[in-house]
């Protein structure tokens, strides 16, 4: 039987991570994946046959992932800031917000809001969010602290609106405009089906959406998703860690021995530890553990378009609009509705979602005869549970994608369909993905993008939120305690529980 000192259950960008670090202080370690290939969620694809277009297929944009890694690793990784953060149609207007120019967001309140009262509103809340994000950031690379120290570091304010309170009341609270709080609940709801009225579950969601690294931006990576993970697994490699893919691990001991099964035959090897980069149901089932599924609640669209869509307002030039965020009937009482209809076991009526084109700020991912020519346009569906898919996912899909699509006709000045590119086998460039297809496709439990629910960044317990209850076992990034989207911070941590005890 072969030894190693760390076995790394699982190939995806934490346990990479991990790998790197673990290798770079003279680790044996090893690295299986059943892919093909690694990086989990965070892969580039060509979707649609014939079309030369990388997209980022399950997982969009760079936000969590901490400058401290990337300089640790010596990545070779360029991420780009979007200079739009958002762009929110309502009726012939909308709403944008620039980066760069707050003279002109603060113009596009008043020409939505009617008034000044909420773009002051906008920039009193989220100075506070900046504040929280530079003290809280720092700490996601720490031994978890207890909660009363981060209460203290965040200051009474923002513990009051963004820990304590649910975030729904505070939303309301602080903004009068619909469109104004739906946009700042978004970010509370990616990928969590929760009522943000009486569900903190919603807060832990938002913090994770806009702390990432200090300042909360939303980054594109150059190259797409697979650029992140092939930086990582380069680093791994270099550092001197064994990766192997191809190999489904069948069983994890106490112990520390993992067997998995490769093209080969079945074989077992020996870790000193074992860090799983598993979702936690999948860590269950390799123990023999009874399995409990977590609950996934978005639908993911990839598109390939010939032109971007007009809009209905004509003051804004569309590659400033989808450039960033776009919003899709994501108002305050758009979304409470949503929720209320899936809820009830239905596909939303009008179903919010958003968008973005990653081709606008990084035209490298379409091939050369397409650029110019040819436009991505990535969607996430909120308040897509899983449990409206799973009597007859294909129909489901099918209703899902097309009240979506009707949905986002609903905001543009033409049919998002005569947009849409055609391989040369004739078919439409647009993939769906329910959670059950995620569950199947990509081995999400649940097709839960987070793996669990998320938890809050602290804990009375101490320890660095990696730890299981047996020794030598511990998590890494999926199930881990701080973490969330492709960040490394759970990789991170795992190796650094193990390499300063």
Request: aromatic share 6%; proline share 6%; with cysteine.
């Given at each position: 039987?072969?030894?190693?000192?760390?076995?790394?259950?699982?190939?995806?960008?934490?346990?990479?991570?991990?790998?790197?670090?673990?290798?770079?202080?003279?680790?044996?370690?090893?690295?299986?994946?059943?892919?093909?290939?690694?990086?989990?969620?965070?892969?580039?694809?060509?979707?649609?046959?014939?079309?030369?277009?990388?997209?980022?297929?399950?997982?969009?944009?760079?936000?969590?992932?901490?400058?401290?890694?990337?300089?640790d690793l010596g990545l070779d990784l360029e991420l780009r800031r979007r200079?739009?953060?958002?762009?929110?149609?309502?009726?012939?207007?909308?709403?944008?917000?620039?980066?760069?120019?707050?003279?002109?967001?603060?113009?596009?309140?008043?020409?939505?809001?009617?008034?000044?009262?909420?773009?002051?509103?906008?920039?009193?809340?989220?100075?506070?969010?900046?504040?929280?994000?530079?003290?809280?950031?720092?700490?996601?690379?720490?031994?978890?602290?207890?909660?009363?120290?981060?209460?203290?570091?965040?200051?009474?304010?923002?513990?009051?609106?963004?820990?304590?309170?649910?975030?729904?009341?505070?939303?309301?609270?602080?903004?009068?405009?619909?469109?104004?709080?739906?946009?700042?609940?978004?970010?509370?709801l990616i990928g969590t089906f929760a009522d943000p009225d009486t569900d903190?579950?919603?807060?832990?969601?938002?913090?994770?959406?806009?702390?990432?690294?200090?300042?909360?931006?939303?980054?594109?990576?150059?190259?797409?998703?697979?650029?992140?993970?092939?930086?990582?697994?380069?680093?791994?490699?270099?550092?001197?860690?064994?990766?192997?893919?191809?190999?489904?691990?069948?069983?994890?001991?106490?112990?520390?021995?993992?067997?998995?099964?490769?093209?080969?035959?079945?074989?077992?090897?020996?870790?000193?530890?074992?860090?799983?980069?598993?979702?936690?149901?999948?860590?269950?089932?390799?123990?023999?553990?009874?399995?409990?599924?977590?609950?996934?609640?978005?639908?993911?669209?990839?598109?390939?378009?010939?032109?971007?869509?007009?809009?209905?307002?004509?003051?804004?030039?569309?590659?400033?609009?989808?450039?960033?965020?776009?919003?899709?009937?994501?108002?305050?009482?758009?979304?409470?509705?949503?929720?209320?209809?899936?809820?009830?076991?239905?596909?939303?009526?009008?179903?919010?979602?958003?968008?973005?084109?990653?081709?606008?700020?990084?035209?490298?991912?379409?091939?050369?005869?397409?650029?110019?020519?040819?436009?991505?346009?990535?969607?996430?569906?909120?308040?897509?549970?899983?449990?409206?898919?799973?009597?007859?996912?294909?129909?489901?899909?099918?209703?899902?994608?097309?009240?979506?699509?009707?949905?986002?006709?609903?905001?543009?000045?033409?049919?998002?369909?005569?947009?849409?590119?055609?391989?040369?086998?004739?078919?439409?460039?647009?993939?769906?993905?329910?959670?059950?297809?995620?569950?199947?496709?990509?081995?999400?439990?649940?097709?839960?993008?987070?793996?669990?629910?998320?938890?809050?960044?602290?804990?009375?317990?101490?320890?660095?939120?990696?730890?299981?209850?047996?020794?030598?076992?511990?998590?890494?990034?999926?199930?881990?305690?701080?973490?969330?989207?492709?960040?490394?911070?759970?990789?991170?941590?795992?190796?650094?529980?193990?390499?300063?005890?």
């Amino acid at each position: 039987m072969r030894t190693f000192d760390v076995v790394i259950a699982g190939g995806g960008h934490n346990g990479l991570v991990a790998a790197a670090y673990l290798a770079g202080a003279g680790r044996r370690v090893l690295v299986l994946e059943r892919y093909d290939h690694v990086g989990g969620l965070a892969i580039s694809t060509r979707a649609f046959p014939g079309v030369d277009v990388l997209l980022s297929r399950y997982s969009y944009l760079v936000s969590l992932l901490p400058s401290g890694i990337v300089r640790d690793l010596g990545l070779d990784l360029e991420l780009r800031r979007r200079r739009y953060a958002s762009y929110t149609p309502r009726g012939e207007r909308g709403l944008l917000v620039d980066n760069e120019d707050d003279l002109r967001t603060a113009a596009s309140f008043r020409d939505v809001t009617g008034g000044e009262a909420d773009h002051e509103a906008w920039r009193r809340f989220y100075g506070m969010v900046g504040e929280v994000a530079r003290a809280l950031a720092p700490t996601l690379l720490e031994p978890l602290r207890p909660q009363a120290e981060i209460e203290r570091l965040v200051g009474p304010e923002a513990w009051r609106d963004l820990f304590a309170e649910p975030i729904g009341r505070t939303v309301n609270e602080r903004f009068g405009d619909d469109t104004v709080r739906g946009v700042v609940l978004t970010d509370a709801l990616i990928g969590t089906f929760a009522d943000p009225d009486t569900d903190v579950l919603a807060n832990r969601c938002f913090l994770y959406h806009v702390i990432g690294d200090g300042t909360g931006e939303w980054n594109v990576p150059v190259g797409g998703m697979g650029a992140v993970s092939g930086a990582l697994e380069a680093a791994a490699r270099r550092a001197g860690a064994e990766i192997r893919t191809g190999a489904e691990i069948v069983g994890i001991a106490p112990t520390g021995e993992v067997t998995y099964v490769a093209e080969d035959g079945e074989h077992t090897v020996n870790g000193g530890h074992v860090l799983v980069n598993l979702p936690p149901a999948v860590l269950d089932r390799v123990l023999g553990r009874p399995v409990t599924v977590p609950e996934g609640a978005q639908l993911k669209v990839n598109m390939v378009l010939t032109r971007l869509p007009r809009l209905k307002d004509d003051s804004v030039d569309p590659r400033a609009a989808f450039s960033g965020t776009f919003h899709i009937n994501e108002g305050r009482g758009q979304l409470d509705t949503a929720y209320a209809q899936a809820a009830r076991g239905e596909i939303p009526e009008l179903p919010p979602a958003e968008v973005y084109c990653h081709s606008l700020t990084d035209p490298s991912i379409l091939g050369p005869e397409l650029r110019g020519r040819a436009e991505t346009m990535t969607l996430f569906g909120l308040h897509m549970p899983a449990r409206l898919f799973r009597k007859n996912p294909e129909k489901a899909r099918k209703m899902a994608l097309d009240a979506t699509f009707a949905s986002i006709n609903t905001v543009l000045a033409e049919p998002i369909e005569d947009c849409l590119l055609r391989a040369p086998d004739g078919t439409l460039c647009v993939e769906a993905k329910s959670p059950v297809d995620l569950e199947r496709d990509a081995g999400l439990p649940g097709g839960h993008i987070f793996h669990t629910d998320l938890s809050w960044p602290y804990a009375e317990e101490g320890g660095w939120g990696v730890e299981t209850e047996h020794e030598r076992i511990l998590m890494c990034g999926a199930g881990a305690r701080r973490g969330g989207a492709v960040s490394g911070i759970g990789g991170h941590n795992a190796a650094m529980a193990l390499l300063r005890r």
